[in-house]
DNA sequence: TCTGAAAGTATAGGCGA
DNA sequence: TCGCCTATACTTTCAGA
């Protein structure tokens, strides 16, 4: 996990905000060959720093214009944290899962259709053996929600001169 | 907005788990021909039912390792809100928006590099006149972080007979 | 729906630090 | 050895019939 150089960073830049775009565009973009970029891609992707390349699909269209996020307590039982971590992996609808600093747990977000929905689902969570205590915090309206970026620093071929 | 059909979620749940999939690769998978999946695809895009293709990066590996969530409360005069709005969009590490209910009016997500920045873009966010309260939870370790995910039903070719 | 031209991608072989 | 280059063969896309 070294640092990434001026070129990385563009092409991260770039593909993050378009992940179709072409190896010929970004080749052109950032002044090497395609090989050299694809080169660059799959070294990229070999060592974790890309982990995919997704469609962004509308929350509302597909069912999911709910969201929440719900602050867990379990018990402190060895045990207990990989029990909670699986039963809540295998909900479909928790699509986060962090563990916090402060009397909470976890806090994890929820995505659902309906608040009948969350109401189910956090019905299922709190059945999970080892929580003693979820609080519910629901989402009224959503105002931003962006991906991880990168900055890429000065066009590259800005690199040189130019004092 | 309407249902989306069988074909379609097919093909947005595969875009969702490989975002550069080929339309031939697509049109396959569905049992349709390219043109019409292409077409598909553009009417998606169209409808707003697909925001955008991204590559999706590891956080850490681009000084973003570092996630806190914070409850804001500000003053309920007009125009407060638009102020905070925009003034919380123009910070880079604000990744997320929610308006929420409860006693707190937004919930946000940041990610930067260090605790150290964490401390900056707090301090830049407290002087953001209209808000009045703060309060930070840091994330310590993120279990499980995945996009919205689109339930493709049974796959096509089971979509005849098999009782 | 089909098809050929254009665009994009993959692979091989070579060069220089 | 590694990163990049050129050249070429192959695949995918797209527009017109």
Redesign the interface.
């Known amino acids: 996990?070294q640092p990434?150089d001026r070129v990385n960073?563009v092409l991260?830049a770039e593909?993050?905000?378009?992940?179709?775009k072409t190896v010929r565009a970004l080749a052109a973009l950032v002044g090497l060959s395609e090989p050299a970029v694809r080169d660059r891609l799959d070294k990229l992707s070999r060592?974790?720093?890309?982990?995919?390349?997704?469609?962004?699909?509308?929350?509302?269209?597909?069912g999911?214009g709910t969201?929440a996020?719900v602050a867990l307590r379990f018990s402190p039982e060895p045990g207990a944290r990989a029990a909670v971590?699986t039963a809540?992996?295998h909900e479909?609808c928790?699509?986060?899962?962090?563990?916090?600093?402060?009397e909470?747990c976890?806090?994890i977000k929820v995505?659902v259709g309906t608040t009948g929905e969350l109401a189910d689902a956090l019905d299922r969570i709190r059945a999970i053996p080892a929580i003693s205590h979820t609080n519910s915090?629901?989402?009224?309206?959503?105002?931003?929600?962006?991906?991880?970026?990168?900055?890429s620093g000065r066009p590259i071929d800005e690199q040189v001169g130019n004092s």
């Open positions: 996990m990434l960073r991260l593909l993050s905000r378009d992940g179709r060592d974790g720093v890309v982990t995919g390349y997704r469609a962004v699909v509308e929350p509302r269209a597909v999911a969201a996020f971590n809540l992996e479909a928790v699509l986060e899962i962090h563990e916090v600093a402060g909470d976890y806090l995505r915090t629901v989402v009224l309206r959503t105002i931003l929600e962006r991906p991880v970026t990168v900055q």
